[in-house]
């Protein structure tokens, strides 16, 4: 899990992080490992931090998947002003805590009805809100980084996103879930979407499934991904049931 996600540890109570900053986690990763070349794989924000990492480090990485998210989301460059102004009051004011939520079923109800859950069957929900929660004296509340929620300080615009998806020189496969990021019609997806189909290097192939199609569409999904990094040809293949469970 990234930092302040699932069951990793948050940053201190002075850092600020936000998607791009993550770049350096990636990195710090990779150096811990000792990797020199490797394939990255990474789904919705996964897929974007990693879009951004292959385009700053592209000499680590042998082939890239991303699994419905690639794009990280642009501000019109009109809008940076005021958006400063929103993040930085939001920093400065107290993080407002997390609902206490009295059982895991009130809880798992709340997310099954958000736009990037529907159609995740209801034990895959539970098992993803295992990952994303803790227990305390009085109910569930959710454990991830309230700082998460914070907007960025400066967000990206599209004079920084276009040239970065044409600065790609990695292999890349993007897998784009019919019921996800598309059906949501951000102005910005589109845009990118578009400019990634007129000058971006990017073979694209959508899926039928819900955001978490890699979880509710697991042999659709681990099909492409084994023949594009070419699993069946290596002596570490996994089994044919690796991907059951995901």
């Not at 529907?118 to 569930?140: A, C, E, H, N, W």
């Amino acid at each position: 899990d990234l930092p302040g996600h699932g069951h990793s540890s948050h940053k201190p109570k002075s850092a600020i992080s936000h998607v791009i900053d993550l770049i350096t986690d990636l990195e710090h990763c990779r150096r811990a490992l000792g990797l020199e070349k490797f394939d990255l794989v990474g789904h919705s924000l996964g897929g974007m931090l990693s879009g951004i990492y292959c385009a700053t480090y592209p000499e680590y990485i042998k082939k890239f998947v991303a699994i419905d998210g690639l794009l990280p989301f642009h501000a019109p460059t009109d809008k940076i002003i005021s958006n400063l102004r929103r993040a930085s009051d939001a920093i400065v004011d107290p993080a407002v805590p997390h609902k206490i939520y009295p059982d895991l079923d009130v809880l798992s109800r709340k997310i099954s009805n958000t736009m990037f859950y529907r159609g995740v069957d209801p034990d895959i929900l539970k098992f993803m809100v295992d990952r994303s929660i803790q227990l305390t004296p009085t109910g569930y509340q959710f454990s991830y980084d309230v700082r998460l929620r914070y907007p960025a300080l400066i967000r990206m615009t599209r004079d920084v996103i276009f040239p970065l998806i044409q600065s790609w020189s990695t292999p890349i496969l993007y897998l784009v879930a019919s019921h996800g990021f598309k059906e949501f019609h951000h102005p910005s997806y589109e845009e990118g979407m578009r400019f990634l189909q007129e000058h971006g290097n990017v073979q694209l192939m959508e899926l039928t499934g819900p955001h978490h199609l890699h979880m509710t569409h697991t042999a659709e999904v681990s099909a492409p991904i084994i023949d594009y990094l070419n699993l069946n040809d290596r002596p570490d293949t996994p089994p044919k049931d690796f991907f059951k469970g995901l």
